[in-house]
């Protein structure tokens, strides 16, 4: 278990958000960060500070990534044609972790990395065991058949706290779902805003 795993709620309160907008979250309770110094006056942000924010709001809400893979996926953006907060987007909702938490198939990102990590699910009837790899547009991911009466996987699929994606075709009473399209950030279903330019403009400039 990693340190952002184990603390994931610590994320939600530094950045004052819900960023996963679960009910657990402890900004339903407190909006203040964390810390004895947490209830002082908000200092205003310098434009650095802000796209620090935005990118780590980004960062954290896929779960364990690193700043590295983070970097990577950011740097192949760039490469990509059209815009680059799009393309990085599109890029982060690709990863399988990412697509097996959109398809409700587990309640949180933290837990679609160890489910894949574990080996719970195929793609087009191939084992993959990599969060980190790239789903396709038309790709059928799906639990298999022993972990389809997994406690985890049975509290997703029947929770009411969030709506599959629109570019996902998923038929939950086969735990299947078909990747049909790579989204742009109108597409995705983030519980907070996203500013995936202001992320573009930080590593432009660091």
Do not use: C
Request: glycine letters at 8%; aromatic letters at 10%.
């Amino acid at each position: 278990m990693t340190k952002r795993t184990a603390a994931k709620y610590k994320i939600d309160r530094r950045m004052g958000e819900n960023i996963w907008g679960r009910p657990k979250s402890p900004v339903n309770r407190r909006e203040y960060g964390p810390g004895v110094h947490g209830q002082r006056r908000k200092q205003k942000l310098s434009d650095f500070g802000i796209q620090l924010r935005a990118k780590q709001k980004l960062k954290g809400y896929y779960g364990d990534l690193t700043e590295k893979q983070f970097r990577r996926i950011y740097a192949e953006a760039v490469r990509v044609n059209g815009d680059t907060g799009e393309n990085l987007i599109g890029l982060l909702e690709r990863r399988l972790d990412a697509v097996v938490y959109r398809a409700k198939f587990v309640p949180t990102v933290f837990a679609a990395r160890q489910f894949v990590n574990h080996g719970h699910v195929t793609v087009n009837g191939k084992k993959v065991n990599i969060p980190s790899y790239r789903v396709q547009e038309g790709d059928v991911i799906e639990v298999r058949d022993r972990s389809k009466q997994m406690a985890l996987v049975m509290e997703a699929l029947g929770s009411s706290e969030r709506d599959f994606a629109d570019y996902l075709t998923v038929d939950a009473s086969k735990m299947r779902a078909e990747f049909v399209r790579t989204p742009g950030l109108a597409d995705v279903p983030y519980p907070v805003v996203m500013e995936p330019n202001l992320v573009v403009e930080f590593y432009a400039k660091n």
